[in-house]
């Protein structure tokens, strides 16, 4: 069973930085972490893909977030980072990192909460004008 542990949440002000860490553990093949992806959710809100990347080195952005925010991934320390630059106060959010396994996956589900198995708990930003 995958375990996704996220921190580096924390509160700054627009305009500033953060960088967020997913650390997974509890699989024996890298198999099970293939696609891994940043989501956040507001209360009300269906929670958002932000960001994926693959084992291949694939990445994918939000609109919302293209220019701002960096996903890469650490194979051998099994960590999942997303870099967030330029905040903004619609940054604000629970961020939530997930992995699925290199299953077959249309590329219009990449970023779908649907597609993943595994999940973090989830670390809050918030962005403060």
């Known amino acids: 069973q995958v375990q996704l542990v996220e921190s580096g949440g924390d509160s700054v002000q627009a305009g500033g930085s953060l960088k967020l860490s997913c650390a997974a553990s509890g699989y024996s093949y890298a198999y099970n972490v293939y696609y891994m992806c940043w989501f956040r959710q507001t209360p009300g809100k269906e929670r958002e893909g932000v960001a994926v990347i693959a084992s291949d080195g694939y990445t994918n952005y939000a609109d919302s977030v293209k220019g701002r925010f960096t996903i890469s991934r650490d194979n051998a320390k099994n960590t999942l980072y997303l870099q967030m630059n330029s905040l903004r106060p619609e940054d604000t959010a629970t961020y939530y990192c997930?992995?699925?396994?290199?299953?077959?996956?249309?590329?219009?589900?990449?970023?779908?909460?649907?597609?993943?198995?595994?999940w973090g708990q989830g670390t809050q930003v918030t962005v403060s004008l």
């Open positions: 997930a992995a699925r396994p290199r299953t077959p996956l249309q590329t219009f589900r990449i970023m779908a909460s649907s597609a993943y198995n595994y």
